[in-house]
């Protein structure tokens, strides 16, 4: 049997870690012959593969990004895209493919798995919004690096007296700015599931001087908007899979604050330190979890399915219950951070 690996979308630590896995596992284990997609699905449309041997993976588990390469490429939007690509897994000889990636990756791996390319999928994404799991590999380190970035912030922004705003990842979903906002002890955490209000923020800053903290720190998700107002986009320009690009939003509201409460404020966007480097120990070991369940689902005969972790345990859950859907922060858990505004 020949099992070919891909990783798709925005990279997130714990990649290498999950190609380790299901290589050494499918080779050792089951005695598979293992190839590499580069790039995501842009390898198998253009015929792109790389050797993925043991020796391929030594050394990887600890290594940020993709010894695959990923893109952002969609076979749906290109002529006889889906075509290309069966005909390409059969010319290699591919009988199976591991799809490491999010919600746009896995959707494409749902509808070949529907034309009949026999897939399984393992979640991947910084911005835990990928439903089926309680938490998909990357977001912890992610929320590490913001937590850290929260942590050195605080010492400068109390040193100068000012309001600091960092800007963290998520498109749709506060996942890394709440989780990063309680560990960093956030006096305003603000998401896209609550569009925010600027008199409020704004007093949560009052409030503070009112107890003689003359600084302040606030977290924002890039997604996350102006109540009765729209997202702050960096470009309109769209991708394949049709995002735009998000950016901007902690400007927006260092300015706000400027004008409302006459303080200096400064901003800070976090961007993609959030994604680059190593994978924090729980995301090596997550990693390892699912590339193991990934290639006993793949001996198993179980395709058309996603690792996922649910409670403490991995599971298996059907890639067509996945797609088209967002997990959205748990909304206890907001509560529990807004004690801790202003
Ligand atoms: O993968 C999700 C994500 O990290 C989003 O949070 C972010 O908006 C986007 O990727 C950025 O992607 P790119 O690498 O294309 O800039």
Redesign the pocket.
Known sequence: MKVGVLSG????PGINAVIRAVVKKGIQYYGYEMVGIRDGWRGLLEGSFSSLDLKAVSGILPKGGSILGTS?TNPFKREGGAEKILENAEKAGIDAVVVIG?EDTLGVAHKMSELGLKCVGVPK???NDLVGTDYTFGFHTAVAIATEALDRLHTTAEAHHRVIILEV???YTGW?ALEAGIAGGADAILIPEKPFDMDEVCEYIRRRQKRGRNFSIIVVA??AKPKGGAEILYSETV?EFG?V??GGVGYYIGKEIEKCMGIETRVVVLG?L??GGSPTAFDRVLATRYGIAAIDLVHEGKFGYMVALQGNKIVSVPLKEIVGKRKTVNLELYDIAKVFFG
């Open positions: 979308g925005g990279d997130a952002r999010g994404t910084i911005d990842m998520g498109r890394i890039e997604g991708d995002h690009r998000f993609h959030q994604r």
